[in-house]
């Protein structure tokens, strides 16, 4: 029989047998991290490395900021244990301008959590330059070094620093990289299968914004200037989207043959909204005055110019409307009506060579003889090219996805530039060898917002996807959980 005294030396010698072995794992993974903040790197610094606890279901990691000159901040994570020898590299959203936000808010998007969790080391930047929000673009005024990192030049220099922070820290080369962005993030995707067609082998591209000049100047304008009146205030005022919402579903739930209160695909619906047109003399919250049934006409159709030219292929899609109050109207206590926003910042001191300043006002754009203008600068933002040979030659595969109720960045783009990309490429079936597109029905921007069948971001795994097609060559018919 084993004494008391002797069962207590056995479990402190079983003790240490194991926790040695992890503090001293812990003791070197610390010291191989601070060793990294003196690590030289080619034109660009760290300033700092430190270890980060585990947390939210993901490891513990050795957190390094990097700057990439001129002004490229980066973050680059990784994994203390059991990495799986590939990169994780994430976009941004809006202006971008602040290092690692998704994370902090929690998001699948543009976040490096969800590659930290299966094993990547992660990376992202701010894309080039520090805002005080991702609405703020001052930064961009007179600056066209800060405007060629945020168009594209910031995507390499990430993944330039990235890998140079993984072979000093394991000791050994990349074995692959995933990218994944939405909204300028997804433009930031598209720009990488351009610039940069050998550095990814699968890229996840969410709402894309790539036609950037398009949208934020162009689209966007139409915007604001069909909901403005002669007295310079809204016509269509923040608390009627469900009013407008409900009839929208009453009219055209049905069409895809299932009444789930969302509709399959917007290009089915015909809506007659006049059935809400308020009666001579009347008014309020329960109908609609001629003025707002024109307004929600104009934000259907899309920008034309003055010839009816189409200047951004589709418009607001039907089944969108709960979600205008944070992109759109606005709510009535205030917040939300971003896409004005938007315009407003980019137009000031990212859409021309010579930046107009403060004094822009949405209503001074011109359909006609600004479009043409925008073209320097689309050749720096855009990323809209209906031409990856480069990418699928060097086997790159890549995963598109766009929410049919998307209201800032409408979904009939996307569908626009694959339908492009399969005529030059002679088909569909050419396309879908290494391009798959998912358009989802009831999906707000990004995901960011719940829809009306509760799907969000994180109701899609497009990461379990990517993996089994690059690795596996099993091509995804589905990105959903």
């Known amino acids: 029989m084993i004494s008391t005294r002797g069962l207590q030396t056995a479990l402190l010698a079983i003790l240490a047998f194991v926790v040695a072995p992890v503090m ?11 060793a990294l903040r ?18 939210d279901n993901a490891p513990a990691y050795c957190r390094v900021r990097a700057t990439a000159l001129p002004a490229i901040s980066i973050e680059v994570r990784l994994p203390t244990e059991g990495w799986n020898g590939k990169l994780y590299q994430v976009g941004c959203g809006g202006f971008c ?28 930047s701010d894309s080039g330059h520090h805002g005080l929000s991702v609405f703020d673009a001052g930064w961009a005024d007179r600056n066209p070094h800060a405007e060629r990192d945020w168009g594209w030049r910031s995507i390499g220099e990430t993944n330039r620093v990235a890998a140079a922070l993984i072979a000093a820290y394991y000791g050994t080369g990349l074995k692959g990289a995933f990218f994944q962005g939405c909204s300028t993030g997804g433009r930031l995707a598209h720009m990488a299968a351009i610039k940069y067609p050998e550095m990814f082998s699968g890229i996840i591209s969410g709402a894309p914004a790539m036609d950037y000049t398009g949208l934020v100047a162009t689209q966007a304008a139409w915007i604001s200037q069909a909901n403005t009146g002669p007295d310079g205030e809204a016509i269509l005022k923040p ?27 917007p290009r089915a619906c015909q809506v007659d909204l006049t059935t809400l047109q308020c009666g001579i003399g009347a008014g309020g919250e329960s ?67 010579e930046d107009l300043g403060v004094a822009y006002s949405a209503m001074d754009f011109d359909f006609d003889k600004d479009p043409p203008r925008l073209a320097t600068m689309a050749e720096v933002y855009n990323s809209d090219r209906p031409q990856l ?52 029905p009831g999906m707000d921007h990004c995901g960011l917002l719940k829809g009306a069948n509760g799907v969000d971001q994180f109701s899609i795994d497009p990461i379990t996807a990517l993996e089994n097609w690059v690795e596996n060559g099993v091509a995804p018919s589905s990105i959903m959980k």
Request: proline share 4%; aromatic share 10%.
């Open 287 to 353: 109908c609609l005055t001629l003025a707002e049934l024109g307004v929600i006409a104009k934000w259907r159709q899309g920008a034309q110019n003055s010839k009816g030219e189409v200047l951004y292929p589709g418009g607001i899609p039907e089944g969108s409307e709960r979600f205008w109050w944070l992109w759109l109207t606005g709510k009535p206590e205030g917040g939300g009506k971003l896409t004005p926003l938007f315009h407003r910042n980019f137009m000031a001191y990212m859409a021309f060579p």
């Open 389 to 440: 040979d480069a990418f699928r030659d060097a086997g790159g595969k890549m995963i598109v996805w766009h929410g049919w109720a998307d209201a800032i960045v409408p979904p009939m783009k996307t569908v626009d530039w694959y339908d492009k990309l399969a005529a030059n490429l002679g088909g569909t079936d050419k396309v879908d060898e290494f391009v798959r597109l998912f358009m989802i």
């Open 239 to 265: 608390g009627k989207d469900s009013l407008i919402g409900d009839e929208v579903m009453r009219q055209c739930d049905g069409a895809d043959g299932m009444t789930d209160g969302v509709i399959a695909d």
């Open 38 to 55: 003196n690590l030289a790197l080619d034109v660009g610094f760290v300033s700092s490395a430190t270890i980060v606890p585990t947390a």
């Open 97 to 124: 301008g602040t290092l690692g936000r998704a994370d902090k808010a929690k998001r699948f998007v543009n976040a490096m959590t969800p590659g930290l969790r299966r094993g990547y080391a992660a990376a992202t």
């Open 24 to 34: 001293a794992m812990a003791v070197e993974s610390k010291a191989k991290c601070a």
